[in-house]
């Protein structure tokens, strides 16, 4: 069920004084010692865009932005129902299996945000809940593109690495991980709405890659983010932060995957086609790859421009994650364009007011070819 908010006023966003001295704390966390990187290749896996937020009963979604990991996608597709206001199931066919993750991304320039609620085993498929809220915290409906997949067994070598987790609400609480290096990945707790993550052997001393963030909550709606990255030679250490539709940090369930030279829902090559960036106050040379060796350009603006050239090949998918301390988030303003072979993304960003900002973000696009 959701709860349903009357509007709120906004409130002016609660300072993190404690951050400091929580990463200090947090840090000192004994985490164990890193194992050489590894590829990990995806068991199961499954993406969607939802194109229309009021679908009819099993509606199938934009075919040429869904594919996934069951035999025959083009003839088995992924199928939407909509279950209340800003509510929605959506299927994947024949890939049901237990863990993993999933992530989701609004896409559209009112501030409504898209959240997960839950996923599990359908039959022989798997659905994913996925909420959105309007900036008010009132359920809203919304497009949303929407990514799971799940790795299990020993890490391949092949090259890249790849790392998730799905944190509970609990110091140490990791509900389902997994971790290319072989490595074990920890989730721990500190103040209301502050998490750190450990992803060990993965990474390098220099920030490397593409993370996203995605809430996880059944109760009410909840934005996560990146609030700052601490690469080392041993693994790499995320803050993320959680916060509630009036800007007060939160305690909610979450993802996380992280991906060096990998598509965002893991798998090395194939796909032959895909790209990430990170923008933050800049762009940091290892955190901007695109497959076909082209350059990724970003365009500053409110939307941003961020444009791949060379891997633009339905069928695909993008997400976006805000990065920073704040409560502000950010998303994707409108679906993702394809032209001669390159793709445009357009991610929006928005402060705790919810008027659209420039503002830090996190970027990936795949294809799966």
């Known amino acids: 069920m959701h709860a349903r908010f009357d509007a709120p006023r906004f409130r002016p966003a609660r300072t993190l004084p404690l951050v400091l001295a929580l990463l200090a704390a947090l840090l000192a966390v004994a985490v164990p ?15 969607a865009y939802l194109d229309n937020p009021t679908p009819p009963p099993g509606y199938v979604p934009d075919t040429t932005r869904q594919w996934g990991s069951w035999t025959a996608p083009a003839a088995n597709p992924v199928k939407v129902d909509q279950v209340g206001t800003g509510a929605y199931v959506v299927h994947f066919p024949l890939i049901a299996g237990p863990g993993g993750i999933a992530h989701a991304t609004a896409v559209n320039r009112t501030g409504t945000w898209c959240q997960v609620q839950g996923w599990g085993a359908a039959g022989t498929g798997l659905d994913v809940k996925v909420s959105c809220y309007q900036p008010t915290g009132a359920p809203g409906n919304s497009p949303f593109t929407v990514l799971y997949t799940a790795s299990t067994g020993a890490p391949s070598t092949a090259g890249g690495d790849y790392g998730y987790l799905f944190s509970g609400l609990s110091s140490s609480a990791t509900l389902t991980q997994y971790n290319s290096s072989g490595g074990t990945n920890l989730a721990s707790h500190g103040s209301t709405g502050i998490w750190k993550a450990w992803l060990p052997g993965l990474g390098g001393s ?25 690469p080392s030679a041993t693994g790499q250490t995320f803050l993320v932060a959680c916060f509630d539709a009036a800007n007060v940090p939160y305690d909610t369930r979450w993802t996380l995957s992280y991906s060096v030279k990998r598509a965002v829902h893991g798998p090395a090559f194939p796909p032959k086609s895909f790209g990430y960036l990170w923008f933050n106050a800049g762009v940091p040379a290892g955190t901007n790859f695109n497959s076909a060796g082209g350059v990724n350009a970003l365009a500053a603006g409110v939307p941003a421009t961020v444009t791949m050239p060379g891997i633009a090949v339905p069928s695909d998918t993008a997400h976006v994650t805000a990065y920073g301390s704040g409560p502000g988030w950010c998303q994707l303003a409108l679906p993702w364009t394809r032209t001669s072979g390159t793709v445009k993304l357009n991610p929006l960003c928005f402060n705790p007011g919810a008027t659209p900002v420039a503002a830090p973000f996190l970027t990936a696009y795949t294809s799966a070819f």
């Not at 809430?215 to 609030?227: T, W, Y």
């Open 206 to 230: 220099t920030p490397v890659g593409n993370v996203e963030v995605t809430a996880v909550d059944a109760a009410q709606g909840a934005r996560c983010k990146v609030a700052d990255w601490f």
């Open 33 to 47: 010692a890193a194992a050489p990187a590894h590829a990990a290749v995806p068991d199961r896996w499954g993406f």
